[in-house]
Structure formats: C-alpha cells, structure tokens
Nanobody, 126 residues
Framework: VQLAESGGDLVQPGDSLRLSCATS????????IGWFRQASGKEREGVVC????????YVVDSVKGRFTMSTDSAKTTMYLQMNNLQPDDTAVYYC????????????????????WGRGTLVTVSR
C-alpha cells in the first residue's frame, strides 16, 4: 500500500492550490480518507476527512468554506482543493487513510493512523 502526495508549492495569500494523493493498493471507498497538516513546531492536525463507509465527514473550522476534498472516479486518488490560502495554512500536508472520521479532530489521533503519504510542503507567503 502506498500513498504519495504532490502539488505543494510556494504561493501568495489569497491564491489557490490543489494537492493530489495518488494511492496504490487501496480502494478509497473502503476507508475514511483525508488530509492532515503539520506546521513547523506544531502537532499534526486533522484538516478534512470523508468516509464512504458511514458517510461521516470532518472539516477543521479554520478551513471551512476554503478547502474541499474530492476523489477521482477510479477511487484511487484524492484531492484537496485549497482556496484563499493564508499564511497560517503553511504546513506539510499529508494524506491518510483510516477506519473512521469520527476521531479526526482529536489531538494526537494521527499517532494511531498507519496509512500515510510522505507529505508535501505548502508555503503561503508574500
């Protein structure tokens, strides 16, 4: 099983960016899938999650209305569309697959997730 993020870049405040997470050995509908991010010196936090198994979703308050998650029709690639990016969005973004979205918001939950990509860096700066 592999997950590989791409699309990170240096952008200016207000810009948009789309991250991709290509997977192999996974059928995304079998998992709760989503994105975490980790800013320098901070804990990894759950950003967005969707689960086809139970219909559950999660979006962290700080990105509501700006970030949208989707998948391709083959259910092997997930995307994170990020609009109106702000400096506080600067972080390494990781895609992940887990059993549930219900714990995505919990501090430290990421430690229990076993399926990760290596991350892609998003820097928002003038």
């Amino acid at each position: 099983v592999q997950l590989a993020e791409s699309g990170g870049d240096l952008v200016q405040p207000g810009d948009s960016l789309r991250l991709s997470c290509a997977t192999s050995g996974l059928f995304l509908d079998d998992y709760a899938i989503g994105w975490f991010r980790q800013a320098s010196g901070k804990e990894r936090e759950g950003v967005v999650c969707i689960s086809s198994t139970d219909g559950d979703t999660y979006v962290v308050d700080s990105v509501k209305g700006r970030f949208t998650m989707s998948t391709d029709s083959a259910k092997t690639t997930m995307y994170l569309q990020m609009n109106n990016l702000q400096p506080d969005d600067t972080a390494v973004y990781y895609c992940a697959a887990a059993g549930t979205c219900s714990s995505w918001y919990l501090e430290g939950f990421y430690k229990y997730i076993q399926l990760w990509g290596r991350g892609t860096l998003v820097t928002v700066s003038r």
